[in-house]
Every structure is written in structure tokens, then in C-alpha cells.
């Protein structure tokens, strides 16, 4: 499994296919949950409710000093061979998210040529075409 630390407390996996990715998911929840559990006072911890009201959680993602998913993205783009600062922020002018980046490779109907190229030419090459490729394999690569 190929780890890369992106900020404290927070990585990055890439799965070995989709039985991994199941796994981890599962992973992931229990602990979600586990977490949320340790959080409620003793006589709530029979109550089904584990995670916050709505409107704590809004409250909660309204701090402006919080990252976006567009910032962790962002981060996650830099960790690419020859992505640098400029590169990353020319992606996201183009695709805030790694979804809206998927979609558009999905688009492109498996023309693996024209996805590796794909950031390259919609950025007039500001996007170097071995960046582009380095950039298609973090999302599609096997």
C-alpha cells in the first residue's frame, strides 16, 4: 500500500482494487462510529444517534479556517512527480475537485492518449504533458 502523509493526522491510500477499497471503507466507518460513541455522555450511549445535529455540523464546516476539499486536492496534486505550486493551482482552475477531474477523463471514453494529454492542452501547456500523464495515473492509475 503506497502512503503519502499529506498533513498530520491525515493520509492519502491507494487500495489494491476493490475488495481493499471495501475493506477500508469498513475500516473507516467503524472507527467513525467508535469515535462518535466516545463522545456521548454515558446515559445517551444507548440512544442510535452517533453523529452530530445537521446544523452543529454546518456550523462546524463554516470555519474559514478549515481546508476545502479543493485545499486537501490541491495538496494531493503536489505530491505528484513534476507538479509544482503553479501546475496544481492551474488544475484547479480548471477542476476544483478530483470528482469534476474524474468526470472529465470518463468523458474522454478510455482514449488513454487523450486523457494522459488532457491537462496539457486545456492549459495552453501550462501544464507540462509529463505532468498531465503523472496527474491522469494518480487517478486512474493501476
Request: charged share 20%; net charge negative.
Given at each position: 500500500?503506497f502512503?503519502?502523509?499529506?498533513?498530520?493526522?491525515?493520509?492519502?491510500?491507494?487500495t489494491?482494487?476493490?475488495?481493499?477499497?471495501?475493506r477500508?471503507?469498513?475500516?473507516?466507518?467503524?472507527?467513525?462510529v467508535?469515535?462518535y460513541?466516545?463522545?456521548?455522555?454515558?446515559?445517551?450511549?444507548?440512544?442510535?444517534?452517533?453523529?452530530?445535529p445537521?446544523?452543529?455540523?454546518?456550523?462546524?464546516?463554516?470555519?474559514?479556517?478549515?481546508?476545502?476539499?479543493?485545499d486537501?486536492?490541491?495538496?494531493?496534486?503536489?505530491?505528484?512527480?513534476q507538479?509544482t505550486?503553479?501546475?496544481?493551482?492551474?488544475?484547479?482552475?480548471?477542476?476544483?475537485?478530483?470528482l469534476?477531474?474524474?468526470?472529465?477523463?470518463?468523458?474522454?471514453?478510455?482514449?488513454?492518449?487523450?486523457?494522459?494529454?488532457?491537462?496539457?492542452?486545456?492549459?495552453?501547456?501550462?501544464?507540462?504533458?509529463?505532468?498531465?500523464?503523472?496527474?491522469?495515473?494518480l487517478v486512474?492509475?493501476?
Amino acid at each position: 500500500c503506497f502512503t503519502t502523509e499529506i498533513l498530520e493526522g491525515f493520509d492519502v491510500q491507494r487500495t489494491s482494487g476493490l475488495a481493499d477499497t471495501l475493506r477500508k471503507y469498513g475500516y473507516l466507518t467503524q472507527s467513525i462510529v467508535q469515535y462518535y460513541t466516545s463522545l456521548e455522555p454515558e446515559d445517551e450511549v444507548r440512544s442510535p444517534k452517533v453523529c452530530p445535529p445537521f446544523t452543529d455540523f454546518i456550523k462546524r464546516c463554516q470555519d474559514s479556517d478549515k481546508m476545502t476539499v479543493s485545499d486537501v486536492f490541491a495538496t494531493q496534486l503536489m505530491q505528484v512527480p513534476q507538479v509544482t505550486e503553479d501546475v496544481a493551482i492551474a488544475v484547479l482552475d480548471l477542476y476544483p475537485t478530483l470528482l469534476s477531474l474524474a468526470r472529465a477523463y470518463i468523458l474522454l471514453d478510455g482514449d488513454v492518449g487523450a486523457q494522459e494529454e488532457m491537462l496539457k492542452k486545456q492549459s495552453n501547456n501550462v501544464i507540462s504533458g509529463a505532468a498531465s500523464r503523472n496527474i491522469f495515473q494518480l487517478v486512474w492509475g493501476s
